[in-house]
C-alpha cells in the first residue's frame, strides 16, 4: 500500500479547516491541532457575509479627527485599552503608510485578486460538504442618513467598480422597497450585487469539521507551543512535550499565529481586532439580506439562527475578557433603525459574543510558505473576511501541497512583507 503524505494543520477554524479539505481533496492524510477542537472561535461569530466586495484596506487617512472622536466614546466603532496601547503601536505605524496612494492601490489590487477567488472555491466546499443549499445570493445593501456620507466614500466606490466589484446605487425609495423593515431615514444606499450570505457561521465549522473527521482525519485536542522544520519535514510541539511529525505542516491559528511564526524567524504584525455581536433568534424576518450601516459602523444580516447584529473594533490584546457592554451598545444602535425590534418577543433569547479577528495592519492575510522553512506554509491574518477568503486559502494551500504553481500569486501576502516594516 502508498503511505499517503501527511499534513498537520494547527488551528480548527474556517480557514484550518478549508486547509485541511483542500489537502484531503488531494490524497493527504490530516492531522489537526487545536487547544479547543470543538469550542467558540472567530469564525463562529462572524455576520455570515461572504463579502467578496470588501477590497478596500483599513486607512486612516482622510478621516481627520474621526477615528479621535470613536476613541473618546468607549462604546464607540473603535476602542484601544490604555494597557494595550504600547504594544500597538508599531501595529498602527504600520497602518499609517496604507494611506499612501500608490500603497492604498497595491493592496486594494491584492485584496479584489483574491477575493476573486473566495465566492466560486466557497460554493465547491460547501456542495462538498453538504450545505449548498445555506448560501443566499441576495446582495448587500449599504445605507447612508445623508448624501453628504455617501460622497465622502464615493472614491472607495468608484475604486471598487474599477477593480471589478458589482454595485448599484439605490435611492429612498428602492432602499424602502428592497428592506421595509428599516426606518425611512436613510437618504440613499449602494447594493453590492455579488455579495452573498450563508445559514450560520458556526454551522458551516461543525459540518466541516464532521466531514474531515468521517473521512479519516485526526482531530487532537492539545495547544502547539512551537512547529519547526524537520528534515524534508516538520514537527509541531504541543506543549507539555510531545511532538506530531509530518510531511507539511499549516499554520492557521488566527490571532494566535504571530507566537508560531517567529519561532521560525518570521515576524507577523498581527493584532487581535476583537468584534461583537448580539443574535436575535426572533428577528432574523426583519430582514433580507445583510445591511451595513456606513455612518454608525455595524451590520445586521438574517441568518437562520437569528438576526445577527455586529460590529466595532477594540484593541486590548488576547488575554482580557470581553466587554460585552460593546453587545449591548450595537443592540440599542439597531433599535434606532430596526423598529420592529420594539415589537414583543422580538429580542427574546439575544445573545451576546466577541471574538478574535487576527488583523494585519495592511489588511492582508499572510498566504504562503515560511521563507527559511518551506515545509510550513502560513494561512492567517484574514481581519474581517476570514470566512469569505477561508476556501479560496484552502484551494491555495492545496496546491502548494501539490507542488503547483498557485493560481495567484503569493507575494502580496508573503509574510516576508512585515520584515520590510521599519
Known amino acids: 500500500m502508498t503511505q499517503h503524505p501527511h499534513l498537520v494543520v494547527v488551528g480548527a477554524g474556517i480557514v484550518g479547516l478549508s486547509c485541511a479539505w483542500a489537502a484531503q481533496q488531494r490524497g493527504w492524510s490530516v492531522t489537526v491541532v487545536d487547544r479547543d477542537i470543538e469550542g467558540d472561535r472567530a469564525s463562529h461569530g462572524n455576520a455570515g457575509g461572504i463579502a467578496i466586495t470588501e477590497c478596500i484596506p483599513l486607512s486612516l487617512a482622510g478621516l481627520g479627527l474621526k477615528p479621535l472622536r470613536w476613541l473618546l466614546d468607549p462604546l464607540g466603532p473603535l476602542s484601544v485599552r490604555p494597557l494595550h496601547a504600547p504594544r500597538l503601536l508599531p501595529w498602527f505605524l504600520a497602518l499609517r503608510k496604507v494611506g499612501r496612494p500608490a500603497e492604498f492601490q497595491r493592496i486594494a489590487q491584492a485584496l479584489a485578486a483574491l477575493n476573486d477567488r473566495c465566492l466560486p472555491a466557497f460554493e465547491r466546499l460547501l456542495a462538498d460538504i453538504g450545505l449548498g443549499h445555506a448560501i443566499h445570493h441576495r446582495g448587500a445593501l449599504t445605507v447612508y442618513e445623508s448624501a453628504n456620507a455617501f460622497e465622502?466614500?464615493?472614491?472607495?466606490?468608484?475604486?471598487?467598480?474599477?477593480?471589478?466589484?458589482?454595485?448599484?446605487?439605490?435611492?429612498?425609495?428602492?432602499?424602502?422597497?428592497?428592506?421595509?423593515?428599516?426606518?425611512?431615514?436613510?437618504?440613499?444606499?449602494?447594493?453590492?450585487?455579488?455579495?452573498?450570505?450563508?445559514?450560520?457561521?458556526?454551522?458551516?465549522?461543525?459540518?466541516?469539521?464532521?466531514?474531515?473527521q468521517a473521512r479519516g482525519a485526526r482531530l487532537v485536542t492539545g495547544e502547539v507551543a512551537s512547529v519547526a522544520a524537520a528534515g524534508a519535514g516538520a514537527t509541531a510541539r504541543l506543549r507539555g512535550g510531545a511532538d506530531i511529525a509530518c510531511d507539511r505542516l499549516v499554520v492557521a491559528t488566527g490571532a494566535w499565529s504571530a507566537a508560531l511564526s517567529a519561532g521560525l524567524g518570521d515576524r507577523a504584525l498581527l493584532e487581535s481586532e476583537r468584534g461583537y455581536n448580539t443574535t436575535l433568534p426572533a428577528a432574523a424576518s426583519l430582514l433580507q439580506?445583510?445591511?451595513?450601516?456606513?455612518?454608525?459602523?455595524?451590520?445586521?444580516?438574517?441568518?437562520?439562527?437569528?438576526?445577527?447584529?455586529?460590529?466595532?473594533?477594540?484593541?486590548?490584546?488576547?488575554?482580557?475578557?470581553?466587554?460585552?457592554?460593546?453587545?449591548?451598545?450595537?443592540?440599542?444602535?439597531?433599535?434606532?433603525?430596526?423598529?420592529?425590534?420594539?415589537?414583543?418577543?422580538?429580542?427574546?433569547?439575544?445573545?451576546?459574543?466577541?471574538?478574535?479577528?487576527?488583523?494585519t495592519p495592511d489588511s492582508l492575510p499572510v498566504i504562503g510558505p515560511?521563507?527559511?522553512?518551506?515545509q510550513v506554509f502560513y494561512a492567517f491574518g484574514h481581519g474581517h473576511l476570514g470566512l469569505t477568503q477561508a476556501a479560496a486559502t484552502g484551494e491555495l494551500a492545496g496546491q502548494w501541497l501539490a507542488g503547483d504553481t498557485p493560481a495567484l500569486d503569493l507575494s502580496p501576502y508573503s509574510i516576508s512583507r512585515f520584515s520590510r516594516v521599519a
Do not use: C
Open 152 to 212: 465622502a466614500e464615493a472614491g472607495d466606490w468608484a475604486l471598487k467598480r474599477a477593480l471589478g466589484v458589482r454595485w448599484r446605487p439605490v435611492d429612498a425609495a428602492e432602499i424602502g422597497r428592497l428592506e421595509p423593515g428599516l426606518a425611512p431615514v436613510f437618504a440613499t444606499g449602494v447594493m453590492a450585487q455579488d455579495w452573498a450570505h450563508i445559514d450560520d457561521p458556526q454551522q458551516l465549522v461543525t459540518r466541516l469539521r464532521e466531514t474531515l
Open 289 to 359: 439580506r445583510e445591511v451595513i450601516f456606513a455612518e454608525r459602523k455595524f451590520v445586521a444580516t438574517p441568518l437562520s439562527v437569528g438576526l445577527r447584529i455586529g460590529g466595532a473594533a477594540e484593541f486590548a490584546g488576547l488575554a482580557r475578557p470581553a466587554n460585552l457592554r460593546r453587545s449591548d451598545a450595537l443592540l440599542r444602535l439597531a433599535r434606532r433603525y430596526l423598529p420592529d425590534l420594539q415589537q414583543p418577543g422580538r429580542e427574546e433569547g439575544a445573545r451576546r459574543w466577541m471574538g478574535n479577528r487576527p488583523a
Open 370 to 374: 515560511s521563507p527559511g522553512a518551506p
